[in-house]
């Protein structure tokens, strides 16, 4: 599975390599037309609009402003709450000590000091390499074909299969990596038609190492940004913009990942077979599966995530 990744969350870098269409609309619903709801969305995805050039571009860069306002006022109302609980347990233990005010202290520290860290890393206007990093849920630019065109649209790392309802989903929630082995039986819907492409710097796993979970750091060798194979789905909500999800395919993983305790591992298809990927013909899939195989093999260097 593939836990998290770092992506190039600079929907420009996808222009520059090739040179699609973006679908600005989709970006602007987002902040727009999701306002108010707690959509992850990587930090570099949001700073890509901070020298906006367009009028779009710039629309959007306001409509990313609001958001950050709205965020921050809920940040600054709840650290005023937690404050306020602080010091009334504090009230309280100055005459008496109490398992109720004593713990109602530490709930308030703890809420108080997550809410700091938050409103400094809204305000952070320098990027990190976490910025660009994922995890199922989060939102992430996924280049796909529609009508002849190339275009980048912000899904979800998380696909909702055809038909499913969101009961469904959250039965079922590792739906975002589609398993090669699957392809034809869970994912008919979508191999075939639906294809896309995320780009990617580095991915995590979870793997157990004697019995403790620990979350390794998987580079390609050298240094690349890999065209990660995705399926994505499009599902109209009744009075919500639709929900335009995704998944990453995952294979059988390579000697060295394995080695790592691993056993599976995206797959990142050559720059060549793009095309091809992305404009399938669901009566061959043949013809797919072999653009699955003939994949870039980087070798992958591991370590523990920070």
Request: aromatic content about 10%; some cysteine; glycine content about 4%.
């Amino acid at each position: 599975m593939c836990y998290s990744a770092q992506i190039e969350a600079d929907f420009r870098k996808y222009v520059k390599m090739f040179g699609p269409v973006i679908s600005l609309r989709q970006f602007a619903e987002l902040y727009w037309e999701h306002g108010g709801r707690e959509l992850k969305i990587p930090k570099a995805m949001e700073a890509a609009f901070a020298d906006a050039a367009t009028d779009d571009e710039r629309r959007i860069q306001a409509l990313i402003a609001e958001d950050n306002a709205r965020r921050t006022t809920k940040l600054e109302q709840e650290l005023f709450k937690q404050r306020a609980r602080l010091a009334e347990a504090e009230r309280i233990l100055a005459t008496k000590s109490t398992k109720a005010a004593t713990e109602s202290k530490r709930i308030a520290s703890d809420k108080i000091d997550a809410a700091v860290r938050r409103l400094v890393d809204l305000n952070r206007t320098a990027m990190k390499d976490s910025d660009s990093r994922i995890y199922p849920g989060w939102y992430a630019p996924v280049m796909i074909v529609q009508d002849g065109c190339r275009v980048v649209v912000p899904m979800r790392y998380r696909c909702r299969l055809p038909g499913w309802t969101e009961q469904q989903e959250r039965e079922k929630p590792g739906t975002y990596n589609a398993r090669r082995d699957n392809l034809k039986r869970v994912w008919g819907k979508l191999f075939g038609y639906n294809h896309g492409i995320m780009i990617v710097n580095r991915f995590y796993e979870n793997v157990d190492q004697g019995g403790k979970n620990v979350v390794l750091q998987f580079d390609p060798t050298p240094p690349q940004q890999l065209l990660v194979a995705c399926l994505w789905s499009r599902t109209p909500i009744p009075g919500e913009p639709d929900l335009w999800s995704f998944a990453a395919i995952t294979d059988e993983p390579p000697p060295e990942v394995a080695a790592a305790g691993h056993d599976r591992c995206i797959v990142p298809i050559k720059p060549e077979n793009v095309d091809a990927w992305l404009n399938p013909d669901p009566s061959d899939l043949t013809s797919l599966y072999a653009i699955l195989d003939d994949r870039e093999r980087p070798y992958y260097e591991h370590r523990m995530a920070a």
